[in-house]
């Protein structure tokens, strides 16, 4: 798994001397930061961008970074987002509501959520894969008390949105890799 | 020839459009701004001024004089807010200027600080989050995590100047006890610029969609109501409606003025109007955001 530290490359693209990720002009440095690294990457890996050392995220710092990532990115790699805190996800999710779009975030405690515009069923069919570890259709079906097929549905959407991967054993949360 | 133009002796939001009146339309007469008889300065009122002579300087008038304050309390604040730091630039001063050190203090949470660029937004951020959270978690008991909020829409405030204005802004932070309006206290950002405003900065993108309803009034409802930008970009234009949620959640207040027109998002604890049109002209946009205490349930 690859993970990109966000305050390092504040550090290396800005100044040493910020610790916040505020402004467009920040925004737009640290993406090609990011970037940069994503090109030496395994695409077949889950990219994680750690904000564990982030202090301020504003708005439109998280469209440069997390906005135009997944409008770019997003549709040939898996993000996971690492040591978000309440406020950071504040700010992310009005730009993922605008964009119609959505993220896997860790807090800094470890729990996981969904951010972005989601229906509550894609919610909880994401919460039973990533409890259950990898698990086949019928298996969150059960645990959703939903048909198998409208279940599969809702798989999908979260498959698509490279939410979740696929494998032989059904589904698996990105959390579990 | 000189004009004067009377300072309010309350000079805050509430009485900007009177000095906005005396203002009025630049000609070739020399100002004179007269704040002698000024009782009670807010930063919102501050910034104003200094909007008032920047514009005055930038577009070519000759520098105006300022008569200072004569009651000692309010020329000590002015002092203390940082408003003779960069007053000189914009003014030739009649009165003699205290000797009195810039404070960051419970009071003077940020002094009047220029913002030009990125940079400065971050320094203002910097600055802040250290100032702020005692303040907002200990005495407006909010909850502590709503300092990084703040810092967003401190910053998302600073960045409207860099990336709209067309020239140098202003932000001031305070907090103080209103007694009379509110009875609580509450901690105020005042941002302010001498720019082109926001009619010309979104008329390209926006003004076709209005025809003739295009003007001061529809630009502030597009960009604060429906998130326009002036930029194509579909991520652009989030930043006020971050600001207004932000609010939102402490029940505070977000009033944005600019040329003829403000428009309020106003709390059930405050009597503005949501839009007001046909105001006197004034340079640039000047936006004001009021957190007060949070009441016990």
Redesign the interface.
């Known amino acids: 798994m690859n993970s990109i530290d966000l305050k390092t490359i504040l550090h290396r693209t800005v ?1 040493t ?4 990720l ?5 925004g737009r440095a640290v993406r090609g930061g990011v970037e940069e690294l994503l090109e030496d990457a395994d695409g077949s890996q889950v990219a994680v961008i750690d904000f564990g050392a982030v ?6 710092c998280a ?2 970074i997390v ?2 990532l997944l409008l770019v990115h997003g549709s040939a790699r898996h993000f996971l987002l690492r040591g978000v ?4 996800c ?2 992310i999710s ?2 993922l509501e ?2 119609s779009m959505a993220v896997v975030a860790e807090d800094r405690c470890g729990q996981f959520q969904l951010l972005g515009p989601l229906g509550e069923t894609v919610k909880r069919a994401f919460a039973a894969v990533m409890e259950n570890g990898p698990a086949a259709a019928t298996e969150v079906a059960a645990r959703l008390d939903m048909p198998t097929d409208a279940t599969e549905r809702v798989l999908d959407e979260l498959l698509e949105r490279r939410l979740v991967q696929q494998e032989a054993g059904g589904y698996r949360a990105l959390t579990a890799l | 020839m000189t004009r004067v133009v009377e300072v309010p002796a309350h000079f805050d939001d509430r009485s900007l459009d009177q000095f906005a009146k005396a203002y009025g339309e630049p000609d070739d007469e020399r100002l004179l701004f007269d704040a002698h008889a000024v009782q009670w300065a807010a930063p919102y009122g501050l910034l104003g001024l200094m909007v008032a002579g920047q514009t005055t300087v930038e577009q070519g008038g000759q520098r105006p004089r300022l008569t200072i304050p004569t009651d000692r309390d309010v020329l000590h604040y002015w002092g203390r807010a940082g408003f003779f730091e960069f007053a000189g630039e914009w003014f030739e001063i009649h009165g003699k200027v205290p000797r009195v050190s810039v404070s960051r203090s419970s009071e003077v949470l940020l002094e009047i600080t220029p913002v030009r660029g990125s940079d400065d937004v971050h320094g203002v951020v910097g600055v802040i989050q250290e100032r702020a959270a005692a303040i907002l978690s200990g005495e407006l008991g909010l909850e502590a995590t709503a300092t990084m909020g703040f810092a967003m829409a401190l910053s998302e405030a600073c960045q409207n100047i860099v990336e709209h204005a067309g020239t140098s802004g202003w932000v001031a932070v305070q907090s103080y006890h209103w007694r009379r309006r509110l009875g609580r206290r509450v901690v105020v950002i005042a941002v302010a610029d001498a720019g082109m405003g926001f009619r010309r900065s979104l008329q390209t993108t926006q003004g076709g969609r209005y025809g003739d309803r295009w003007g001061d009034a529809t630009a502030l409802e597009a960009a604060l109501i429906q998130g326009a930008s002036r930029f194509r970009d579909p991520g652009r234009g989030q930043g006020l409606g971050g600001i207004r949620r932000y609010l939102n959640r402490w029940d505070g207040k977000l009033s944005i003025r600019s040329g003829t027109a403000r428009i309020a998002i106003v709390p059930s604890w405050d009597d503005d109007i949501p839009l007001a049109d046909s105001l006197a002209p004034f340079p640039g946009s000047q936006m004001l955001q009021i957190i007060p205490a949070q009441q016990a349930e």
């Open positions: 100044s001397g910020y610790g916040d505020v402004t467009r002009h920040t202090g301020c995220l504003d708005i439109s469209d440069e906005g135009k805190t309440e406020a950071h504040e700010a009005l730009v605008r964009h």
